[in-house]
Structures are given as structure tokens and as C-alpha cells.
């Protein structure tokens, strides 16, 4: 048997499974040469916010600009604080510091390292504005805590870039939130053939808020109520995710099922903490992160021998070079920098098969030992 590599993540049989219907739907939006707007994209908006429950849908360029858009469409900016944990990607923080606005962490909690609503409380100002939950490799984050914690006039938005598809107590992202922003990158549940991304909300006015930051300010054509910038979901990229869309149950139903397998193959390997579900979530495994011990020299071994396993995310949001002028040190945020140096990705996507996965666990096993 030749052993072929295993990727973090493979893309390819998504894209065969969909690769007719997009063509198709390449093929008529090339005969129109509308590549901007267009009824595939107001159709993709319109099914991913039925999908999810919520009112309206705003494609957008990226699933930063998603998350800078839903805060400036809040009136969010210069002078006001926003709450986000300290281990997310670092696009978290960006969208923050882009709208202006000055960027608060906060730890997580140690089993599921989502955002610790505990730690939220303590950091409310009377500048706090807004509290960003992340739903952190595929499962919700805890909001419903988080409404708890937060005072009256601070709006809690969700980052929803990770977890499309996922459920909190039977309910959807964009549940309970005033805004959830997600990206369509190519790697998430959900991912476009290039960048793209949406912000979910359920007001009227604020969808049109939205639209009209990421469309130069203004809703007609040279009317430029305030400076705003281009961010517009392209209408190739619609037409792919309204062809992925609807298969994005039945691929995060086999994220589940790998994860489960790996659940059973990694239960005897005392020196793997395997991740979990927190309670009343159903879970999209955008990523199975696992917590090793001397994870570097493990890494570097399942790299040498064709597993692409990696590392989400190497360095907390406060220990970045980018963001040291926060002032956070070393120490600030102890559950989140133990985790740090110990998070480990196993390759998982939609059709990775059993004997990729045995092959990932035998080959990490070996690297343990
Ligand atoms: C991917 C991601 C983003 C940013 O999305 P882009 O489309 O790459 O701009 C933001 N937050 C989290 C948690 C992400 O994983």
C-alpha cells in the first residue's frame, strides 16, 4: 500500500461533489457579466439567513470586514471598549481595532476554551460597548451566560466563523445575539472559492446600516452619507456557496461522525486530551484540536511522516507582536497560555475515511512514545 499524505484539510471532494452545479452556475453569470450583486447573491443571503433562522443576511467581502461591519453598523468606534478572548484567531481583534474601537481580553474557560463569562464581568467599563463571543472550533459559545453578565446597552455579538451549522440548546448561531458575522474562507464549514463573508442579524435597519458601510457609505449610487469602505460578497462565490449550503448538513454530520471516531481511537492514549462538547451544544468540528505534552516534537513528527496536523493558534491575541501594545504581559490570561503551547489539529474534514484517521492516531502514538 503506498501511503499517501494526509492534509489538515482536503477541499477536493467537497468541490467534486458540487463541481457540476457550480459550473452551471458559473456559466450563466459569465453570459451576463454581472459580477457584482445579482440575484445569486440576494438568493444566497436569503437562504443562508432561513438556514439560520435569523431575519436578514449581508454577504460581505471576508469574514473580518463581517465582524468591523456589524460593529460600525452598531455605531460602534473611537472611545468605546470591546470585549473578546484573548485565544481566538487573530482577525477577532483586528475588526476591533479597525472600527476603532479599543480591544479588552479576557480568558477562557479551561475544558472547552471558549470565552469565560466570569472573566467578561470583570472587565465591563462604562466605555464597554460590545462583547465578541467566538465559537471556537465549532461549538457555540456560552451567550446565553453571556446576556447575564453584560449590562443593558452592551451588545454581545457572536463570531460565527467557525461554526456554521452548529446549535446551542437547539438553537442556531445568530441566536440570541445582536449580530453574528461569519467568513466564507475556503477552509470553514461553509467556504467560497475565495474570500467571503456575512453578518447575520435580525433588524431591518441594521442590515441596511450594514450594507451601506460596506457599499461606500450609502445605499444610492453616489450618496455618501459617511465615509465607508467596499466590502461586497461576490456573485461568483454566491453561486458556490448556495451549492455548498445545501450539503452543509450532511458534511457537518460527517464532522461529527470523525470526531467521534477519533474520540474512540485517541480513549486509550492516556497522554492525549481529546476535546469535548460543552453541554447542550451540537458541535461542527471546524477544527479537532487535541492538548499534548511536548507538542512541537510531536507536531514535527506527524509533519515528517504525511500527517498535516497544525496548530490553532500558536500564540494568544496580548503575546502577538501586533497587538504587545495592548500592554498585556505574560501571565495576564493563565488558561489560555497553558493551552498554547499544548493544542494540537488532527487533519479532519467532511471525507476524511476511517483508515486516515487510524492512520493520524498510530502515527501520533508512535510519536508519544
Ligand atoms: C476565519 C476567522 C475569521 C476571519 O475570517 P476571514 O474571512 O478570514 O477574514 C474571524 N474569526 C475567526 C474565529 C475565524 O476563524
Same mark, same amino acid.
Given at each position: 500500500?503506498?501511503e499517501?499524505n494526509?492534509?489538515?484539510?482536503?477541499?477536493?471532494?467537497?468541490?467534486?461533489?458540487?463541481?457540476? /452545479?457550480? *459550473? +452551471?452556475?458559473?456559466?450563466?453569470v459569465?453570459?451576463?457579466t454581472?459580477? $457584482? !450583486?445579482?440575484?445569486?447573491? =440576494? #438568493?444566497?443571503?436569503?437562504?443562508?439567513a432561513a438556514y439560520?433562522?435569523?431575519?436578514?443576511?449581508?454577504?460581505?467581502?471576508?469574514?473580518?470586514?463581517?465582524?468591523?461591519?456589524?460593529?460600525?453598523?452598531?455605531?460602534?468606534?473611537?472611545?468605546?471598549?470591546v470585549?473578546?478572548p484573548?485565544?481566538?484567531?487573530?482577525?477577532?481583534?483586528?475588526?476591533?481595532?479597525?472600527?476603532?474601537?479599543?480591544v479588552?481580553?479576557?480568558?477562557?474557560?479551561a475544558?472547552?476554551?471558549?470565552?469565560d463569562?466570569?472573566r467578561?464581568?470583570?472587565?465591563?467599563?462604562?466605555?464597554?460597548?460590545?462583547?465578541?463571543?467566538?465559537?471556537l472550533?465549532?461549538?457555540?459559545?456560552?451567550f446565553e451566560?453571556?446576556?447575564?453578565?453584560?449590562p443593558?446597552?452592551?451588545?454581545?455579538? /457572536?463570531? *460565527? +466563523?467557525?461554526?456554521?451549522?452548529?446549535?446551542?440548546?437547539?438553537?442556531? $448561531? !445568530?441566536?440570541g445575539?445582536v =449580530? #453574528?458575522?461569519?467568513?466564507?474562507?475556503?477552509?470553514?464549514?461553509l467556504?467560497?472559492?475565495?474570500?467571503?463573508?456575512?453578518?447575520?442579524?435580525?433588524?431591518?435597519?441594521?442590515?441596511?446600516?450594514?450594507?451601506?458601510?460596506?457599499?461606500?457609505g450609502?445605499?444610492?449610487?453616489?450618496?455618501?452619507?459617511h465615509?465607508g469602505?467596499?466590502?461586497?460578497?461576490?456573485t461568483?462565490?454566491a453561486?458556490?456557496?448556495?451549492a455548498?449550503?445545501?450539503?452543509?448538513?450532511?458534511?457537518?454530520?460527517?464532522?461529527?461522525?470523525?470526531?467521534?471516531?477519533?474520540?474512540?481511537?485517541?480513549?486509550?492514549?492516556e497522554?492525549?486530551?481529546?476535546?469535548?462538547?460543552?453541554?447542550?451544544n451540537?458541535h461542527?468540528?471546524?477544527?479537532?484540536?487535541?492538548?499534548?505534552?511536548?507538542?512541537?516534537?510531536?507536531?514535527?513528527?506527524?509533519?515528517?511522516?504525511g500527517?498535516?496536523?497544525?496548530?490553532?493558534?500558536?500564540t494568544?491575541v496580548?503575546?502577538?507582536?501586533?497587538?504587545?501594545?495592548?500592554?498585556?504581559?505574560?501571565?495576564?490570561?493563565?488558561?489560555?497560555?497553558?493551552?498554547?503551547?499544548?493544542?494540537l489539529?488532527?487533519?479532519?474534514?467532511?471525507h476524511?475515511?476511517?483508515?486516515?484517521?487510524?492512520?493520524?492516531v498510530?502515527?501520533?502514538?508512535?510519536?508519544?512514545?
Amino acid at each position: 500500500m503506498t501511503e499517501s499524505n494526509i492534509p489538515l484539510v482536503d477541499l477536493r471532494a467537497q468541490h467534486a461533489e458540487v463541481a457540476a /452545479e457550480v *459550473a +452551471a452556475g458559473f456559466a450563466a453569470v459569465l453570459d451576463t457579466t454581472a459580477f $457584482i !450583486g445579482g440575484a445569486d447573491v =440576494a #438568493a444566497f443571503e436569503s437562504e443562508f439567513a432561513a438556514y439560520c433562522e435569523a431575519e436578514h443576511c449581508v454577504g460581505v467581502a471576508n469574514g473580518t470586514d463581517a465582524i468591523e461591519l456589524a460593529l460600525r453598523g452598531l455605531g460602534i468606534g473611537r472611545g468605546d471598549e470591546v470585549v473578546l478572548p484573548a485565544n481566538t484567531f487573530i482577525a477577532t481583534a483586528e475588526a476591533v481595532d479597525r472600527a476603532g474601537a479599543d480591544v479588552v481580553l479576557v480568558d477562557c474557560d479551561a475544558r472547552h476554551l471558549l470565552i469565560d463569562p466570569d472573566r467578561v464581568a470583570e472587565r465591563i467599563t462604562p466605555r464597554t460597548k460590545a462583547v465578541i463571543g467566538v465559537d471556537l472550533y465549532g461549538q457555540i459559545a456560552p451567550f446565553e451566560r453571556l446576556a447575564q453578565v453584560v449590562p443593558e446597552g452592551v451588545a454581545v455579538l /457572536e463570531d *460565527a +466563523a467557525q461554526s456554521q451549522g452548529a446549535r446551542r440548546h437547539g438553537r442556531p $448561531i !445568530g441566536d440570541g445575539v445582536v =449580530a #453574528a458575522p461569519t467568513s466564507f474562507y475556503p477552509g470553514k464549514n461553509l467556504g467560497a472559492y475565495g474570500d467571503g463573508g456575512a453578518v447575520l442579524v435580525h433588524d431591518e435597519a441594521f442590515d441596511q446600516r450594514i450594507r451601506a458601510f460596506g457599499a461606500h457609505g450609502g445605499l444610492r449610487r453616489y450618496e455618501h452619507d459617511h465615509i465607508g469602505f467596499n466590502s461586497r460578497l461576490d456573485t461568483l462565490q454566491a453561486v458556490v456557496l448556495r451549492a455548498k449550503l445545501r450539503r452543509l448538513e450532511g458534511w457537518n454530520e460527517r464532522r461529527r461522525a470523525a470526531a467521534v471516531r477519533y474520540g474512540e481511537l485517541l480513549a486509550d492514549v492516556e497522554q492525549v486530551v481529546a476535546p469535548a462538547s460543552a453541554e447542550g451544544n451540537v458541535h461542527v468540528w471546524h477544527l479537532y484540536v487535541v492538548r499534548v505534552a511536548d507538542r512541537d516534537r510531536v507536531l514535527a513528527e506527524m509533519n515528517a511522516n504525511g500527517i498535516g496536523a497544525g496548530i490553532h493558534y500558536p500564540t494568544p491575541v496580548h503575546l502577538t507582536t501586533a497587538f504587545a501594545g495592548l500592554g498585556y504581559g505574560p501571565g495576564s490570561f493563565p488558561v489560555a497560555e497553558a493551552a498554547a503551547p499544548e493544542l494540537l489539529t488532527l487533519p479532519l474534514y467532511p471525507h476524511i475515511t476511517p483508515d486516515q484517521q487510524e492512520r493520524v492516531v498510530e502515527t501520533m502514538v508512535k510519536a508519544l512514545r
